[in-house]
T-cell receptor, first 115, second 114 residues
């Protein structure tokens, strides 16, 4: 158990709908990362937050957004869903960034199926 | 921009034999290198990382990896494979400075036959 908690574990929704994925980082971790894992694109970095502020953006679509709340949990919002958004969405967390190369720990993921 | 290549989609090895899963990377400056493992329907589990120092890094479950700067490689190894090692393995890189997120390779499926 990595200590990163994601809900829901599985989600089935229709095209055009909106969903919210939730992540609780490991206790004490300030950074949260979101990744998308799909068969054709592999593991793609979406976005990172650090202590409530957006720190880095990867291949995140405009239909997707995220935020990190004062209690450090994070939500990934996916809207106007398309069939191609079906994927496993991972949340990961790490502690305060240092120069020593901190480890990023991943949750179990949220399986999203768009039908 | 950084990148990772895992040239083998799948590696097959017999139980008890040594295994190697290959990884090469491209990054500006010094790299931080990681290996993760994903079991079916599970998340990514951290195995080991290279930060600095000894080029041979030891990690969880008897795995180790060798950093080779001249060949920009970070191959994962284990002296004696177990059937339970069968899983999907990902190599990842992060530059010493700049974006803190990991860039992953495409993954290598390890199949250990009894």
């Amino acid at each position: 158990d990595s200590g990163v908690t994601q809900t829901p574990k599985h989600l089935i929704t229709a095209t055009g709908q909106r969903v919210t994925l939730r992540c609780s980082p490991r206790s004490g971790d300030l950074s949260v990362y979101w990744y998308q894992q799909s068969l054709d694109q592999g593991l793609q970095f979406l976005i990172q937050y650090y202590n409530g502020e957006e720190r880095a953006k990867g291949n995140i679509l405009e239909r997707f957004s995220a935020q990190q709340f004062p209690d450090l949990h994070s939500e990934l919002n996916l809207s106007s869903l398309e069939l191609g958004d079906s994927a496993l969405y991972f949340c990961a967390s790490s502690d305060q960034e240092t120069v020593s190369g901190n480890t990023i720990y991943f949750g179990e993921g949220s399986w999203l199926t768009v039908v | 921009a950084q990148s990772v290549a895992q040239p083998e989609d799948q590696v097959n090895v017999a139980e008890g034999n040594p295994l190697t899963v290959k990884c090469t990377y491209s990054v500006s400056g010094n790299p931080y290198l990681f290996w993760y493992v994903q079991y079916p329907n599970r998340g990514l589990q951290f195995l080991l990382k290279y930060i600095t120092g000894d080029n041979l890094v030891k990690g969880s479950y008897g795995f180790e990896a060798e950093f080779n700067k001249s060949q920009t490689s970070f191959h994962l190894k284990k002296p004696s494979a177990l059937v339970s090692d069968s899983a999907l393995y990902f190599c990842a890189v992060r530059p010493y400075t700049g974006r803190r997120a990991l860039t992953f390779g495409s993954g290598t499926r390890l199949q250990v036959q009894p």
